[in-house]
């Protein structure tokens, strides 16, 4: 079976970075062969995205030459996940684990990504079209986001049991029974919208995404050897290797300059499998740092907007999600993609610097063993003793 706890030699150790950086090739090709099989068609069928349609005239001077460039990159990108995990998910099996939790997890992964890739494939297909340049509402992407979340959360919650569900802060891990699934639901929304916020330059999205799945997927597989998660953590790292290798196949095709764009098909995915991973393995503190880049292009949106609504026209930023901030005080596309990847890699140490904190403490409520303890008994007084 598969080890729960475990002190790695140098020849195991060896062993898991192999099967890792295996798994991770074995996506990229997949990605990238994914890539040169659908790129022509995207093109053929003319599935760009037209005439820029941002706000600020400015904006779209600078994005202007990528109006010819496909979209939906996802549609080859998401695939390439799904195969890549369901290989892991066949070796973690014959090597001894649960079939069933296994199947599990990672089915609910394939239910994350193939339901929030349909909704970012309408998305972006109505802005394709005529009828709808703006794409679907944002009420109505928000409910279904919010529905794949409450359904993935559920079952990450029953498959990790009553005493998995907890959540690990530094020094402290406190058991929060079934409020696992509410906080679940809002990383996952949150982290499927924030990667759909980064992807705005070429190979930005891909490279810090590559960056954070691997952290991610790092530390689900370090948390399980040392006994935090069993075959659910197990599950989580596979689906983190297999989503940034899949990223590195794509980043083929996305480099600048970019032939192809992921597309809310692949953002709104990627985003929701980064959340979803962060629940099955209990790591949502690992993927707060390891998904830094993510939560700060958020964070600049809800700042600009809320601080024009208070000053009735007043920003803060030059322009908004922070990559374009950066745009318009006359940095190049590329610096800024090397800069924010430079960011993510830091982060991506950090958050791995951080797992020991995280799983070291023992979980609030926990009783301590009692300890039977023996009076010590007189002797007789008519006892004899032996020295």
Known sequence: MLPEHATLNWQGALLLLGAALGLCALAAALAA?????????????????????????????????????PTMGGAFLVPAVLLAAAFGGLGLWLLGGDGARIGGALGLGALVLGASAGLGLV???????????????????????TLVALA???????LVGDDGRVLHLPFATIHIGWWMVPLGM??????????????????LAGGTGTLAFY??????????????????????????????????????????????????TGSLALGSLLGYIAVLARLEM?????????????????????YFKATKGKRILRCAPLHHHFQFGG????????????????????????????????????????VAETAPQRAAPDAVVQR
């Not at 690992?286 to 809320?306: D, K, T």
């Not at 596309?333 to 951080?354: C, D, I, K, Q, W």
Request: with cysteine.
């Open 152 to 158: 993935a959360c559920a079952g990450a919650a029953w």
């Open 286 to 306: 690992v993927l707060a740092v390891a998904g830094g880049v993510f939560v700060a292009e958020a964070a600049s949106v809800m700042l600009q907007v809320g």
């Open 331 to 370: 940095w190049h596309e590329t610096r800024v993609t090397s800069r924010f990847t430079r960011a993510g890699m830091v982060l991506a140490l950090a958050a791995l610097a951080l797992l020991p904190l995280l799983l070291k403490a023992p979980a609030s409520g926990d009783q301590p063993q009692p």
């Open 186 to 203: 809002f990383v996952m929304v949150g982290s499927s919208n924030a990667y759909n916020l980064t992807d705005g330059l070429d190979g």
């Open 123 to 145: 998305d972006d297909y109505t802005k394709l079209t005529k009828r709808g340049r703006d794409g679907i509402s944002g009420k109505a992407k928000l409910a279904v986001q």
């Open 33 to 69: 062969a994914g890539g040169r099989l659908l790129i022509p068609w995207l093109v053929k069928k003319k599935l760009n995205d037209g005439e820029p349609r941002k706000a600020s005239e400015y904006l779209n001077l600078l994005q202007g030459t990528k109006k010819n460039t």
């Open 215 to 264: 952290a991610l997927g790092g530390a689900a597989v370090l948390a399980a050897l040392f006994g935090a998660g069993g075959d659910g953590a197990w599950s989580a790292g596979v689906l983190g290797i297999g989503a940034a290798g899949a990223l590195l196949g794509f980043l083929y095709w996305n480099r600048h300059p970019a032939k192809v764009f992921m597309g809310d």
